[in-house]
């Protein structure tokens, strides 16, 4: 037994038992108020002699049962035996602080279980269930107390059919109604009769389907649907109220029949199709407006009325008018109600914008005049920041970031964003400890509120603005004692986005150009000893376009499985490459061409990243990554720029890692034979699986576990590491795991993640794996091994 006690491995095991012992007794029953039961929660039984699916009908039952139990880990309850412990503290700050932290006993007498099994009947009812019986049983223990509910339920109802009888069923079509603001449409059909015609044509896009089990929310989400569609018919003032669902049920077969009807009391006003009679804009408006009653003059232009004088309007009416989808003497539709709502917002321009509606001062019947107020934001907005920048690669140091935006930089809705970013470095620990570096970076970009280009794009219906951006930047860096660096780019791009969930950006433009000066002899002979990193630092001129596209299914609330999926795919020198073809010289990469004193280069280079979020509630959460990457240089070029090459290891990489320390292959990078630079490669795989958690309101955990690597192609000249092979890929993966805790305040979240490696691919093929190393009781391991990530945001 002292053997077991003196291993170094087993001493960490032992001192986690008794930590796990002393936290066991943490159960917090033992300050429970005189006669009362702390309430541990909820057992939920089924008993049926039909074929159900019981896992659906149990997960509607949880959430009519309440309330939430107290927070329990492996039969412990922590923030319970706080506040309680907190109870027998005299008043003091500490001891609010205790509670505030802890949580309150749920006890027994807290607990209504004879209205819970009201409320189980009522949601099972909800889903076609309408005959259940739920009863309940309390199962007491000597501190706490359980409750059993067991409902005994049937197979649900289906549905059988659904029948629209709109004007068979509505009094109104007795009123011989007749529309007048459309002349094409037929005048002996009463209003009501034109709204069943009109739902009926569209019922193939009905929620309601045969043979599917009755649902109470379906019925809902078909009225909101049936509403929305007449809403962009014209139908202004209709609701969903307005429908009835009228049901007939058959106990024999369990089946349900609908027919949808109209209430037969509906104001006149909710049958007539709406046009746009007047369109009034304000881009001036200010809340205080509403407290006092002003004048304003008004201008018109293009059949809108502008109101506020010309000489104050700091926005263009042109710009303004592409926006707006609502004109005049055209039908009201909700679709370019929200097209004009979000487009005015999605411009940068205006803090607040508000559509009204009110009922036009004419003798015609069925006119809206709409009124447009935009709040405008400030002109010109500073922002200066300052920070303490500390990085995975123990760089650690001031940054400053100065930024001043102006929000109409020509009249026309452009944001002109100006950018000076510094930063001074240093790395005082690590194998590459008192390394210096500086850096700044002026930025210069100007966003349009359209597409700009030489020919002409028609408009789409799209709630989204598309932008045309431009932008220059500098950046200058310099390493203390090796080198200075300095890269001029220029972007020409677009972005937009078809709806919620997808995004593109293209930039058909992007010229950077980097030059390495100030070379000491000490960089000079790392290089030396390293042709493939020589290479890639040599002068670089990159002229190339790039294409994206993001697929994002997180925006959508409440979805229990959300995927994440994001593509690029970027090319260079191509455009040179064919003009030298073209003219008889052919590139190559032995004998490089120049384009204005410098080799261009050449490559293609393509990129995916896969993800999946699978949310078992609000605060639990698996989320899954896969990406995969791969370059390949060609004609002008044999080996890829530095900026453009894949690295692995790192904060959102494979944390059991120092950053951009993993690869090629299995070459091991140290500071002997790379010194402070890191290798990148021309393939990357990588996978990463976390589990999030919550534990404080504000504060969340994770286990995680990271795999992958970065490799060359054997076409690549450098002898570096294992090349990429489709047999040995697997064996070459670096693997690491371990647990985060971020502090998530919905706009900030700032992210610890303690990791360490589990596969290490440039040892030896049979010795990969270290688990057998782990020691926690060695400083010696902990420093080679324990990786501390701090970073800003989730890692993916």
Not at 66 to 72: A, E, L, V
Not at 418 to 435: H, P, R, T, V, Y
Request: aromatic share 14%.
């Amino acid at each position: 037994m002292t053997k077991l006690f003196k291993n170094p491995i087993l001493k960490g095991w032992w001192a986690l038992l008794i930590l796990f012992l002393l936290f066991a007794s943490c159960t917090g029953t033992k300050h429970l108020p005189l006669g009362e039961k702390l309430y541990t929660g909820a057992e939920i039984k089924l008993e049926t002699i039909e074929k159900v699916k019981k896992g659906n009908v149990k997960s509607i039952i949880e959430t009519a049962v309440c309330p939430i139990p107290n927070k329990s880990y492996f039969g412990m309850r922590p923030q319970l035996w706080l506040y309680m412990a907190a109870g027998q503290k005299p008043s003091s700050k500490f001891k609010k602080w205790l509670q505030k932290i802890g949580d309150a006993p749920v006890l027994l007498s807290a607990v209504k279980p004879t209205a819970t099994t009201a409320v189980i009947d009522a949601k099972l009812f909800n889903i076609g269930i309408f005959k259940s019986i739920t009863v309940f049983k309390v199962v007491d223990k000597k501190y706490t107390a359980k409750i059993i509910y067991t409902s005994i339920i049937h197979k649900p109802y289906t549905l059988k059919n659904l029948m629209y009888s709109i004007s068979k069923d509505s009094s109104l079509t007795q009123k011989n109604q007749f529309i007048k603001s459309d002349k094409k449409t037929k005048t002996n059909k009463s209003r009501v009769q034109i709204i069943s015609d009109l739902i009926i044509s569209d019922k193939e896009n009905s929620f309601i389907k045969t043979g599917e089990d009755y649902q109470l929310e379906v019925l809902k989400n078909e009225r909101i649907r049936i509403d929305a569609f007449l809403k962009n018919k014209g139908y202004f003032y209709f609701s969903p109220d307005y429908l009835l669902f009228k049901a007939d049920t058959s106990t024999i077969n369990r089946t349900i029949s609908f027919r949808l009807t109209l209430k037969d009391s509906i104001p006149e006003s909710a049958l007539t199709v709406y046009h746009i009679r007047n369109v009034f804009i304000d881009q001036n408006y200010s809340l205080r407006e509403v407290l006092v009653d002003s004048i304003k003059d008004t201008i018109q232009f293009q059949n809108n009325v502008f109101m506020g004088k010309k000489s104050k309007m700091k926005i263009s009416p042109t710009v303004i008018l592409r926006s707006v989808y609502l004109k005049k003497n055209e039908i009201y539709t909700r679709e370019n109600h929200n097209i004009t709502l979000n487009r005015l917002m999605s411009m940068g321009s205006f803090k607040f914008v508000q559509v009204k509606f009110s009922e036009s001062e004419t003798t015609a019947i069925g006119f809206l005049d709409a009124t447009i107020l935009l709040t405008p934001m400030p002109k010109y907005t500073f922002r200066a920041e300052l920070d303490l920048v500390s990085k995975s690669n123990n760089y650690t140091g001031p940054r400053m970031n100065l930024n001043m935006l102006n929000r109409n930089a020509f009249r026309g809705s452009e944001l002109l964003s100006l950018n000076m970013a510094g930063s001074f470095e240093a790395q005082l620990s690590g194998e590459n400890k008192n390394l210096f570096s500086n850096s700044w970076n002026p930025q210069l970009e100007l966003t349009f509120p359209r597409f700009l280009v030489p020919f002409k794009i028609q408009p789409s219906n799209s709630i989204y603005i598309p932008k045309t951006q431009f932008a220059l930047s500098y950046n200058y860096l310099k390493r203390v004692d090796y080198f200075d660096m300095r890269t001029f780019q220029f972007i020409y791009g677009f972005k937009w986005k078809n709806n919620l969930k997808n995004e593109h950006e293209l930039n058909p433009v992007n010229i950077s150009y980097t030059s390495i000066g100030s070379q000491t002899p000490a960089f000079t002979a790392l290089l030396e000893a390293n042709p493939f990193l020589k290479k890639s630092y040599e002068e670089q001129f990159i002229a190339g376009g790039s294409y994206s596209y993001t697929y994002n299914e997180q925006v959508i609330q409440g979805k229990k499985m959300q995927y994440y999926f994001h593509t690029t795919a970027e090319t260079a020198g191509n455009l040179f490459s064919l003009a030298e073809i073209i003219i008889g010289e052919k590139p190559s990469a032995s004998k490089p061409s120049k384009i204005v004193g410098s080799v261009y280069s050449q490559f293609a280079k393509l990129s995916i990243d896969g993800r999946a979020y699978y949310n078992f509630s609000i605060d639990n959460k698996l989320a899954m990554r896969f990406f995969a990457g791969v370059v390949k240089p060609f004609g002008n070029s044999s080996v890829l720029p530095y900026s453009k090459q894949f690295f692995s290891g790192g904060p959102n990489s494979i944390r059991g890692f120092q950053i951009n320390s993993v690869g090629p292959g299995t070459y091991q990078q140290t500071a002997a034979n790379t010194g402070f630079l890191q290798l990148g490669g021309d393939i990357k795989l990588e996978m990463n699986a976390e589990y999030r958690f919550g534990i404080y309101p504000f504060v969340k955990g994770a286990l995680f576990v990271d795999a992958g690597n970065e490799w060359l192609h054997k076409s690549n000249p450098a002898n570096i590491g294992s090349p990429f092979a489709f047999n040995s890929f697997l064996n070459e993966l670096a693997v690491g795991t371990g647990f985060g805790l971020r502090v998530d305040v919905s706009f900030f979240v700032l992210r610890f993640d303690l990791a360490m490696p589990l596969r290490k691919p440039w040892l030896p093929y049979n010795q990969r794996w270290v688990l057998k190393q782990i020691d926690f009781t060695s400083p010696t391991w902990r420093s080679q091994n324990l990786i501390l990530n701090i970073a800003i945001g989730y890692p993916f």
